[in-house]
């Protein structure tokens, strides 16, 4: 009887843990997703995107290397994004209120509350916050597993609506796409 009581124990204790690895590897994704920053803070969300040059995709890497995206409220461009000349880097430039900085759309070494990001993240098209909206409302990023270097997923904004609302497609999924709120995954668990 004591034989069965401890295998049982144990075997449950095993299957405890594995449970939780698992939800914490799940939970460390969309923590990581929550505290996502935005390159672009304009004033109102809307307004219209124009690929003012085209855009050229690097021919190694999910960013691009040249062309221009212009983002328009009430007719007047209030940020442009300058992907560069071609030359395989993974810089862009911003050009707002008439000062330029550049920001990274690759990202190999990310931090989450001191610790390592388990994944490295390209930024496909540059996330955008608006300053009359609590969420990202545009953008394209996708995450790298930093072990293996396989594709995880890619996280669709929208279309610079102020919503809560963004697209996940995933590689355990076959690519399929499921829309969910960014409330969800932000305030939805207590973090560590």
């Known amino acids: ?11 449950s204790t095993l299957f405890l843990f594995s449970c939780n690895k698992e939800t914490n590897e799940i939970d460390s994704f969309t923590h990581e997703l929550a505290l996502e920053s935005a390159q672009i803070i304009l004033p109102t969300s809307g307004g219209e995107l ?3 040059e085209p855009l050229v995709k690097s021919a190694n890497n ?25 030359e395989e880097n993974s810089t862009a430039q911003l050009l707002k209120d008439g000062n330029v900085t550049t920001f990274d759309l690759k990202k190999d070494d990310s931090y989450y509350n001191g ?21 990202i409302i545009y953008g394209i990023i996708k995450y790298y597993s930093i072990k293996t ?26 690519g399929n796409e499921y829309t969910f709120s960014l409330d969800d995954w932000k305030y939805g668990k207590d973090w560590k």
């Open 1 to 11: 009887m004591k034989k069965t009581f401890l295998s049982i124990a144990a075997i």
């Open 50 to 52: 124009v690929e003012s």
């Open 62 to 86: 999910d960013y691009y290397t040249s062309g221009k995206l212009d983002y328009i409220q009430n007719g007047e461009i209030v940020a442009q994004v300058d992907f560069g000349n071609g």
């Open 149 to 174: 270097g396989k594709w995880v997923a890619t996280i669709d904004f929208g279309d610079r609506t102020c919503d809560e609302w963004a697209t996940k497609t995933t590689a355990d999924d076959n």
């Open 115 to 135: 610790k390592k990001s388990k994944y490295k993240k390209v930024i496909v098209k540059p996330l955008i916050k608006s300053e009359d909206c609590d969420y």
